[in-house]
């Protein structure tokens, strides 16, 4: 029987939420600043994976946005996005809004959300250039080895050099949203 890609990239059972609560809490324990965004959370949320933002606009209602990748800086994430595909969502943290963002792995949906407060978007670096070119490839070809057509993943993480900003995010808590039972929970030593 010859394996396709499609099973390949596919665990074999969704990740847990208690098993990624556990996981993370130890690394938490072992962390000796006392900061979520440890060595191993900036691996995970840097190794190409779908990236959901969220603020609140004005009107206290959610504003979502996708990034398309993330890159570590002097323990803040800068969060890669294209501005007009989420124009409302910066301007709401133009305004102050607390951000979450929520880093998914598409494979085994082991999810982690970071919230904390956001910084004024800027335009993207080099070094930002670069993590984006990294972590999209790898998104895309996670998607295809899951069996979605190359012309639909290639579009996922489509984008311009000139629409690109970049969000930093000071993370002040980590919540597990991997889904099922003990989703949302707060990621604690």
């Not at 206290?60 to 969502?89: C, E, K, T």
């Not at 709401?92 to 904390?116: M, N």
Request: proline share 6%; aromatic share 4%.
């Amino acid at each position: 029987m010859t394996t396709t890609p499609a099973t390949t990239l596919r665990s074999e059972q969704p990740a847990r939420p208690s098993e990624d609560l556990a996981a993370w809490s130890a690394i938490l324990r072992g962390a000796s600043d006392g900061s979520v965004l440890s060595s191993e959370m900036i691996a995970f949320c840097t190794s190409g994976l779908s990236v959901v933002m969220a603020a609140r606009g004005s009107n206290g209602r959610p504003i979502a946005g996708l990034a398309l990748a993330a890159r570590a800086d002097a323990g803040v994430l800068r969060l890669m996005l294209r501005r007009p595909a989420n124009v409302a969502l910066l301007d709401a943290i133009a305004q102050g809004s607390a951000v979450a963002a929520t880093f998914t792995r598409p494979r085994d949906h082991s999810a982690v959300q970071l919230k904390g407060r956001a910084g004024s978007a800027t335009p993207a670096d080099a070094e930002d250039m670069a993590a984006l070119a990294t972590q999209t490839a790898q998104f895309r070809e996670v998607l295809i080895g899951m069996g979605y057509s190359p012309a639909f993943s290639a579009l996922y993480g489509t984008y311009q050099v000139q629409e690109i900003v970049t969000v930093p995010l000071m993370t002040e808590r980590a919540f597990v949203q991997t889904p099922g039972p003990g989703a949302g929970s707060e990621i604690r030593p």
